[in-house]
């Protein structure tokens, strides 16, 4: 695979733009008007860039608009704070750049239609699931303007890397490394020509961002019975603090990245993905930083990079072309034929969804993982997969698992409700994975168990780390009483 690229470019490589309509820009439009909602960062982000240059060229104003509403597609006070962090740097930056910001209470497609009206033409960035889409369509289909779509959050635009859903890594990975050199290309700002600061638009003032959460009726709390999923004190959202934790990351723990990825008690991982998941930090970015700072050798950077880009993008092909992506359904056919045919084995243990989420199993590493996830907002790759394959083996049916996998993953991680989200859970279920010796329960669908977490890392050592965190953040302490075959146990 080649890494190399041309070293800076302001030019926005045309597969990453797509017009949704053949509206012809209102030349008496006061401003081109950028309405934000998955890039939230004013730097590396091809739509604001584009928006930056179409409005030079049309000799308008800029307008950034972003539209505030509560329940985000179903976001918790948790993630909604870690948002707002970021959507306040954001007003900041742009403000050094003499570009307007404005967060305006209401819809996204109501608020972007209204500002539309005084619009000469608008530009949205690429979100890949359906109430991403739904937006965007309304708009585009309601606008008397021109609305074009730039695809910034990929490295390698998604209908570029492949025109159909893919099958497994093996598949799209020749695809997207063919490409990845092309798209590896630092984006300059572009000076803007008027300053529109003194656009007289209201605008939400987000200094107290607790207040903020308030009016928006965010409840906080550790999802306890009756309360909200607060803010967790161990992550801050924006792209200052994305780019920040990053280089610490490349400094100090880069280097052990492909001997530890499976050790889930290290914390040697990069905590990109909820940066990711806001569009806080552009992964061309991160590529690019990973790759120029060859530090501990290529297996590093390669196996970074088969995450980052290979991974990733295979999840949001599977989202951007599927509207079942967070549906059993959507499991393959073997994968559903296997766990249908196994559906009456006996289980050894049976939990209820409110158990599983209490973190009430017998597993204490299992336990563990539920607890870094509900107290922490994150979880570790290597138990994201243990978490959600022990669901399947501990629920009446693997329709029930899938269900309650989603909910939880939504409900607790800052980077859920994410394409990775709904792709990770589906791969539990076989997606993007092959056939393995048929067992119970399972059947063919990869199983995981506990002595093989033994074998392969030590959970004891994560389950000392996850209480760790969670009484650095001020959660409850483990209830270990129901947890067996462990370090707890005689
Ligand atoms: C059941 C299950 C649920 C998951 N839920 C989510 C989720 O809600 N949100 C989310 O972003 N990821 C999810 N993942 C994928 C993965 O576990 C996380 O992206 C990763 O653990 C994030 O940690 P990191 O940023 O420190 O990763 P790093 O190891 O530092 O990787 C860098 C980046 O590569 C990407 N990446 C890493 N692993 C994967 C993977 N397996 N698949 C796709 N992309 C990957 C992420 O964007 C990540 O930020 C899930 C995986 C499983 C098995």
Redesign the pocket.
Known sequence: MSLKSPKSTQTIDATRIKPLNDQEPNTKGDFVLYSMESSNRAEDNHALEYAVQRANDLKKRLLVLWPLFGDDFGSRRRQKHFLLQGVREVGETLKERKIKFAVQTGGQAEKTLEFAKHAALVVVDRGYLRHHTAWRDKVASEADVPVVEVESDVVVPIETASDKREHAARTIRPKITKRIGDYLVELRATPIDQDSLNLSVDSVPLDDLDAVCDSLQLRKGFGGEGEGVGPVSLFAGGADEAKRLFRVFLKDRFKY?SAH?NQPQTSD?????MY??FGMVSPVWLAMQARDAAVGGKENVDD?IE??VV??E??INFCAFGDNYDDYDAIPDFAKKTLDEHQDDEREHVYTAQQLEDAQTHDPYWNAAMREMRYTG????YM??Y??KKVIEWTKTPQYAFKT?VHL?DKY?L????P??Y???S??FGTHDRGWTERDVFGKVRYMNANGLKRKCDPEVYVEKVDALVRQVGGPAADHSREEDSLFSA
Request: glycine fraction near 8%.
């Open positions: 990245y990825r991982c990069s905590y990109m993905s990711l998941h970074f995450e980052l991974r990733r295979l999840a994150y979880m570790h790759n994201r997969m978490w959600g996998l993953n991680f980077d859920g409700r994410d990775n989200s792709t990770g859970v791969w539990c």
